[in-house]
């Protein structure tokens, strides 16, 4: 068997476009896992909204959740790294967005490190997508003026909206903040016409993720696999030392890469796992073509 570190993003990459795991890619990794290979996962999403999702995978090693806002121990249950951003410029952050008509969710962990959604009364479109998508999430909690309690740690601060509505906001975030802000502007794949306009650590990204990850599971970050389709997935590739992109990745994502694999609703994480440790099909694997695997 060769390298046995796999580090997987989930949307658009892992889960198919429905968001869901295909039966071949539960048999796949959860085989590997009982085989020893160190197989996890590092999304945007959090434990909760992930979980899920991935339950049905026996997942042992620690999890990037937060684009690298916070490493969780799914044995444990306990948060057992990541960076957080400061409550004074958490609120600075959201009172810009407020001067231009917007108001965030605010993902942050209180003091049980339990995670916590806060946000005002919700009136957008894509606000109101995003929290009907996650009906009976206990995270959520609505307050009449939206500001980071004190003894809470931010996570994101997470604006939903159109592409024209977003710019103005990042630029002044950007002019006021420079590199000490780490900023993310992504289209989302579930919400029509919308993007997600993320404010964390500057530290808080899935490169540093990878780093701490590496550490905790006792590799270097140059053994690790790692596979990704979309911009935030970009410091991984930097980062490990092969990077998988699948086939629908975005072209700055397959430029960094190593191969380019099947894509994600052709089950191209898992085809690939499979044939780099021996797994469970041989014939799992489609023929390469065009460079792809």
Known sequence: ??????????????????ASLSPFTINIVSHALEQGVVISYSTA?????????????????????????????????????????????TNEIIELGRALGQIPFLFALDEEDKERVLHEKLIRTGDLSFYNSRPGDPRFGELPRLECPDSFRTLIVTYIGLLHELEPLKAEVEHRFGNRVHIHLMKDAYIENHYFLEFSHSKANKKEGLKQWAELVGC????????????NDLGMFEEAGTKVAVS?????LKALSTLVAASNDEDGVAKYIDRVTGGMSSEAIDSTADGEV
């Open 45 to 89: 999403r959090s434990y909760i909204s992930s979980h899920k999702i991935v339950s049905v995978i026996p997942w042992k090693y620690p999890i990037i959740l937060y684009n690298g806002a916070v490493i969780f121990d799914p044995q444990s249950m306990k948060v057992i790294g990541g960076c957080w951003l400061d409550n004074k410029t």
């Open 1 to 18: 068997m060769g390298n046995k570190h796999f580090l997987t993003d989930l949307d658009g990459t892992l889960l198919h476009s429905d």
């Open 248 to 252: 629908n990745a975005h072209p700055a």
């Open 220 to 231: 270097k970050t140059g053994d690790v696999t790692v596979f990704g389709d979309n911009l």
